[in-house]
C-alpha cells in the first residue's frame, strides 16, 4: 500500500504540474512530518523554495498551490502557515477507510503486512554478517553484527528479496597454527588421534596458548611451522584444525540459537583455492603489480598521511595472501554463484577503509557493474557503561554469553518486582499473577526478555554512533526499551481475554470510529506503518523502527489511558467497543511484526 505521505506527496505534484508546467513536475514536494501536530499530520515545505525561484512571495506560492490541491478525500482543507508551509491533516474518515482497507488486504492474503509494500524488483541479496575469527568464544564486539544483521535480512526478506546471510568466519589465521602448536606441547598424544580432541574450555585454551606465545619464542616458531603445515595441506594437522573449527562454531551456534538468528557458515578457508586465481585475474586485468616484492592494487583516491599512494595488498612478500585477497574472492563467488546484486556488509567502522578498498577494486575490475549495489553497514563500538571499551575488571574480553546471562537475571528481576508490586504498568490490567506461571514459563519469560532487552537496546540507536552497555536501562519498563513493548504487547493481549473476544472474530467490514482525540491519534499512528517500514528497509535503519514501535505504543497508552483515553471492554454501543477492539488488535498486530522484523519474539503474558 503506498504510504500516506507518498500519497499527498503526488496530489502535491499533481497541483504543483497544474499551476507551474513542466518545471511545477519536477519540483520536489518537500514533504516532511509535521513539527507541530497542532497545525496538521504533514507539512509541504517546496513553496519556500520555489517562491525564491519565481521572485514571489512563499506564501502566494503556498496559496496558489492549495487552491490547486484535491485532497479533499483524504484532508481537511490545507492551510498556509509561517513563511509559506502548507499543512495536511488527515480526515478521520480517511484513516478508518485506510485501515479497514489494510484489515482487508491481510485478511484476503492470510498474512500481516499491515500495509507494508513488497519490492517492484526482488533481488538477491549477500549479507555479510556475525563473521567472529574462530578459536575464541564470542565475545561482545560480535553482538552487533549479528543482531543488526539479522534484523537487517529480515527487513529484507519481507521486502521480498532473496537474502544470503553469510558468516565470512575467520577460520583460517595464524591462531590456528598456535593452537595447533600448543596441543603439540600439552598433549602430544592427541596428534596421533586428532579425532579424540575435546577441548573442554576452548576460550581457556585459547588465553593459556596466546601467554605462551607471547613470551617464548621458540613457541612462536613452533606456531608458524604449523601454520605452513597447515597451509600445506597436511593431513594432521588439518584434522585438528578442523576439530578445532568445530569445536569454536559450535559455541557460536549457542549463541546464534539463543539470539534466534539464523546463517550460514562460509568461512575463509572455503575460498582458498580461489586465492591464487583472484591474483591472476587481477595481475591479468593489469590492476595488480608488484611492488616491494608484494602484490598490489593501487586504487584511485587511496592515500597514505604523507600523500603516498596507498596499496591494497593481496598478495604478501612471503607468497601467502590476506584477509583482503579473501574477501575478493568471497565477493567474487557471491557475485558469479550466488548471484546477487546488492552486498551488505555489517562490519564494524573501523574496517571503513577495507572495504572502501575492497569495493574500488571490485568496481575498477569491473566485477560489479553499476547495477550492483555495494553497502558497507558500519557500526560503532559497544561500551562500558563508563564510556571505555567493553572489558572485564581484569581488563579481559567479555565472552557474549556472559552478558547475555546478565541481560536474563536482570529481565527476571525486573518482572519478579514488578509481580510482587502486583502493578503492571497499567494497572487496569492486574490479570496476570506470578502464581499462574511454572517455573519453566518464568524461566522463557525471563530469557525472552532479557535476549529482546539486549538486541532491543542495540538496534535502537542509530548505527554508526557507540554506544554504552547499560543492563538497567535496557531492561527497564519504562522508555524506549523492549520490556516496555513486549508488556504494551501482552497488554493488549490481556484486553481481549477481558473483552472475552478472540480479535481474529472481529467482522473485517466494521466501520471505525475515530472520534476521541486518541482514537484518532491512534490510527494516525497505525496508519504511519507501511512509510516507516519502508523508510527503514529503504535505508536500512533499525532505529527507524523501533523509534515508531514506541511512539505506537504511547500513542496506546494514551488511548487506553482510564483518566485521558477511552473505555474500551466495557464501551458502547457495540459497534463502537468492536471498532476499539479493532484498534487494539491492529496495535498488537503491527507491534509483532515490527518487533517480529527486529528479531524479538511477543509473549502473550508475562
Ligand atoms: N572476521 C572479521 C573480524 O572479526 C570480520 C569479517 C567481516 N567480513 C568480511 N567479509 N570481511 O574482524
Given at each position: 500500500?503506498t504510504?500516506?505521505?507518498?500519497?499527498?506527496?503526488?496530489?502535491?505534484?499533481?497541483?504543483?504540474?497544474?499551476?507551474?508546467g513542466?518545471?511545477?513536475?519536477?519540483?520536489?514536494?518537500?514533504?516532511?512530518?509535521?513539527?507541530d501536530?497542532?497545525?496538521?499530520?504533514?507539512?509541504?515545505?517546496?513553496?519556500?523554495?520555489?517562491?525564491?525561484?519565481?521572485?514571489?512571495?512563499?506564501?502566494?506560492?503556498?496559496?496558489?498551490?492549495?487552491?490547486?490541491?484535491?485532497?479533499?478525500?483524504?484532508?481537511?482543507?490545507?492551510?498556509?502557515?509561517?513563511?509559506?508551509?502548507?499543512?495536511?491533516?488527515?480526515?478521520?474518515?480517511?484513516?478508518?477507510?485506510?485501515?479497514?482497507?489494510?484489515?482487508?488486504?491481510d485478511?484476503?492474503?492470510?498474512e500481516?503486512?499491515?500495509?507494508?509494500?513488497?519490492?517492484?524488483?526482488?533481488?538477491?541479496?549477500?549479507?555479510?554478517?556475525?563473521?567472529?575469527?574462530?578459536?575464541k568464544?564470542?565475545?561482545?564486539?560480535?553482538?552487533?553484527?549479528?543482531?543488526?544483521?539479522?534484523?537487517?535480512?529480515?527487513?529484507?526478506?519481507?521486502?521480498?528479496?532473496?537474502?544470503?546471510?553469510i558468516?565470512?568466519?575467520?577460520?583460517?589465521?595464524?591462531?590456528f597454527?598456535?593452537?595447533?602448536?600448543?596441543?603439540g606441547?600439552?598433549?602430544?598424544?592427541?596428534?596421533?588421534?586428532?579425532?579424540?580432541?575435546?577441548?573442554?574450555?576452548?576460550?581457556a585454551?585459547?588465553v593459556?596458548?596466546?601467554?605462551?606465545?607471547?613470551?617464548?619464542?621458540?613457541?612462536?616458531?613452533?606456531?608458524r611451522?604449523?601454520?605452513?603445515?597447515?597451509?600445506?595441506?597436511?593431513?594432521?594437522?588439518?584434522k585438528?584444525?578442523?576439530a578445532?573449527?568445530?569445536?569454536?562454531?559450535?559455541?557460536?551456534?549457542?549463541?546464534?540459537?539463543?539470539?534466534?538468528?539464523?546463517?550460514?557458515?562460509r568461512?575463509?578457508?572455503?575460498?582458498?583455492?580461489?586465492?591464487?586465481?583472484?591474483?591472476?585475474?587481477?595481475?591479468?586485468?593489469?590492476?595488480?603489480?608488484?611492488?616491494?616484492?608484494?602484490?598490489?592494487?593501487?586504487?584511485?583516491?587511496?592515500?597514505?598521511?604523507?600523500g603516498?599512494?596507498?596499496?591494497m595488498?593481496?598478495?604478501k612478500?612471503?607468497?601467502?595472501?590476506?584477509?583482503?585477497?579473501t574477501?575478493?574472492?568471497?565477493?567474487?563467488?557471491?557475485?558469479?554463484?550466488?548471484?546477487?546484486t546488492?552486498?551488505?556488509?555489517?562490519?564494524?567502522?573501523?574496517?571503513?577503509?577495507?572495504?572502501?578498498?575492497?569495493?574500488?577494486?571490485?568496481?575498477?575490475?569491473?566485477?560489479?557493474?553499476?547495477?550492483?549495489?555495494?553497502?558497507?553497514?558500519?557500526?560503532?563500538?559497544m561500551?562500558?557503561?563508563?564510556?571505555?571499551?567493553?572489558?572485564?575488571?581484569?581488563?579481559?574480553?567479555?565472552?557474549?554469553?556472559?552478558?547475555?546471562?546478565?541481560?536474563?537475571i536482570?529481565?527476571?528481576?525486573?518482572?519478579?518486582?514488578?509481580?510482587?508490586?502486583?502493578?503492571?504498568?497499567?494497572?487496569?490490567?492486574p490479570?496476570?499473577?506470578?502464581?499462574?506461571?511454572?517455573?519453566?514459563?518464568?524461566?522463557?519469560?525471563?530469557?525472552t526478555?532479557?535476549?529482546?532487552?539486549?538486541?532491543y537496546?542495540?538496534?535502537?540507536?542509530?548505527?554508526?554512533?557507540?554506544?554504552?552497555?547499560?543492563?538497567d536501562?535496557?531492561?527497564s519498563l519504562?522508555?524506549?526499551?523492549?520490556?516496555?513493548?513486549?508488556?504494551?504487547?501482552?497488554?493488549?493481549?490481556?484486553?481481549?481475554?477481558?473483552?472475552?473476544?478472540?480479535?481474529?472474530?472481529?467482522?473485517?467490514d466494521?466501520?471505525?470510529?475515530?472520534?476521541?482525540?486518541?482514537?484518532?491519534?491512534?490510527?494516525?499512528s497505525?496508519?504511519?506503518w507501511?512509510?516507516?517500514?519502508?523508510?527503514?528497509?529503504?535505508?536500512l535503519?533499525?532505529?527507524?523502527?523501533?523509534?515508531?514501535l514506541?511512539?505506537?505504543?504511547?500513542?496506546?497508552?494514551?488511548?487506553y489511558?482510564?483518566?485521558?483515553?477511552?473505555?474500551?471492554?466495557?464501551?458502547r454501543p457495540?459497534?463502537?467497543?468492536?471498532s476499539?477492539?479493532r484498534?487494539?488488535?491492529?496495535t498488537?498486530?503491527?507491534?509483532?511484526?515490527?518487533?517480529?522484523?527486529?528479531?524479538?519474539?511477543?509473549?502473550?503474558?508475562?
Amino acid at each position: 500500500m503506498t504510504p500516506l505521505i507518498e500519497v499527498l506527496e503526488e496530489r502535491v505534484r499533481r497541483a504543483l504540474a497544474s499551476r507551474f508546467g513542466e518545471a511545477g513536475a519536477n519540483i520536489d514536494p518537500v514533504m516532511r512530518r509535521a513539527q507541530d501536530e497542532r497545525f496538521g499530520d504533514y507539512q509541504s515545505n517546496c513553496a519556500m523554495g520555489l517562491g525564491k525561484r519565481l521572485g514571489r512571495n512563499p506564501r502566494d506560492v503556498a496559496e496558489d498551490i492549495i487552491s490547486a490541491l484535491d485532497v479533499a478525500d483524504l484532508c481537511e482543507p490545507p492551510t498556509c502557515a509561517g513563511p509559506g508551509f502548507i499543512n495536511f491533516r488527515f480526515k478521520p474518515s480517511a484513516l478508518s477507510d485506510r485501515l479497514l482497507g489494510i484489515v482487508a488486504e491481510d485478511h484476503a492474503a492470510g498474512e500481516d503486512r499491515l500495509g507494508a509494500d513488497r519490492t517492484a524488483h526482488p533481488e538477491i541479496v549477500a549479507v555479510d554478517m556475525s563473521s567472529p575469527n574462530l578459536a575464541k568464544e564470542m565475545h561482545v564486539g560480535h553482538l552487533r553484527s549479528t543482531v543488526i544483521g539479522d534484523c537487517v535480512s529480515r527487513l529484507l526478506e519481507f521486502q521480498g528479496h532473496t537474502v544470503y546471510r553469510i558468516n565470512h568466519v575467520g577460520d583460517w589465521g595464524t591462531q590456528f597454527g598456535m593452537l595447533v602448536a600448543y596441543l603439540g606441547r600439552t598433549k602430544p598424544e592427541l596428534l596421533q588421534n586428532p579425532d579424540d580432541l575435546e577441548i573442554a574450555d576452548l576460550e581457556a585454551f585459547y588465553v593459556e596458548a596466546k601467554a605462551v606465545f607471547d613470551r617464548d619464542p621458540e613457541f612462536a616458531a613452533e606456531s608458524r611451522k604449523a601454520v605452513v603445515a597447515l597451509q600445506g595441506g597436511d593431513p594432521i594437522t588439518r584434522k585438528i584444525w578442523k576439530a578445532f573449527c568445530a569445536e569454536s562454531l559450535r559455541h557460536c551456534h549457542q549463541i546464534y540459537q539463543r539470539l534466534d538468528v539464523t546463517l550460514e557458515d562460509r568461512g575463509e578457508s572455503f575460498y582458498n583455492d580461489r586465492l591464487a586465481g583472484v591474483v591472476r585475474t587481477l595481475r591479468d586485468q593489469g590492476l595488480a603489480v608488484e611492488s616491494d616484492g608484494a602484490v598490489c592494487v593501487f586504487l584511485d583516491g587511496f592515500q597514505t598521511r604523507d600523500g603516498q599512494p596507498l596499496p591494497m595488498i593481496i598478495q604478501k612478500s612471503d607468497g601467502g595472501y590476506n584477509y583482503s585477497t579473501t574477501d575478493l574472492a568471497a565477493m567474487q563467488h557471491r557475485l558469479d554463484e550466488l548471484g546477487a546484486t546488492i552486498f551488505v556488509y555489517v562490519v564494524g567502522v573501523t574496517q571503513k577503509l577495507h572495504l572502501e578498498q575492497l569495493f574500488a577494486a571490485t568496481r575498477k575490475a569491473n566485477w560489479a557493474t553499476d547495477a550492483v549495489r555495494l553497502i558497507h553497514l558500519a557500526f560503532g563500538s559497544m561500551l562500558g557503561k563508563d564510556g571505555r571499551p567493553f572489558k572485564t575488571r581484569q581488563g579481559g574480553t567479555i565472552k557474549l554469553k556472559d552478558l547475555l546471562d546478565e541481560a536474563v537475571i536482570r529481565a527476571r528481576k525486573v518482572i519478579d518486582d514488578q509481580r510482587t508490586r502486583g502493578s503492571t504498568p497499567d494497572s487496569s490490567v492486574p490479570e496476570t499473577k506470578s502464581s499462574t506461571f511454572t517455573s519453566a514459563q518464568i524461566d522463557h519469560i525471563a530469557e525472552t526478555v532479557g535476549i529482546a532487552a539486549v538486541k532491543y537496546f542495540d538496534l535502537c540507536h542509530s548505527l554508526g554512533s557507540d554506544y554504552k552497555f547499560d543492563v538497567d536501562s535496557m531492561c527497564s519498563l519504562d522508555g524506549n526499551t523492549a520490556p516496555y513493548l513486549l508488556y504494551a504487547y501482552t497488554r493488549i493481549q490481556g484486553i481481549g481475554r477481558k473483552a472475552g473476544i478472540d480479535f481474529n472474530t472481529i467482522p473485517t467490514d466494521i466501520r471505525l470510529v475515530l472520534e476521541h482525540d486518541t482514537e484518532i491519534r491512534l490510527a494516525k499512528s497505525l496508519c504511519r506503518w507501511p512509510e516507516v517500514f519502508r523508510q527503514s528497509a529503504g535505508e536500512l535503519r533499525p532505529n527507524v523502527l523501533t523509534d515508531y514501535l514506541y511512539e505506537l505504543s504511547k500513542s496506546f497508552s494514551l488511548f487506553y489511558d482510564r483518566a485521558r483515553g477511552v473505555r474500551v471492554v466495557d464501551a458502547r454501543p457495540e459497534s463502537t467497543r468492536l471498532s476499539r477492539l479493532r484498534l487494539c488488535d491492529l496495535t498488537a498486530r503491527t507491534l509483532r511484526l515490527g518487533l517480529g522484523l527486529l528479531g524479538i519474539q511477543t509473549l502473550e503474558r508475562m
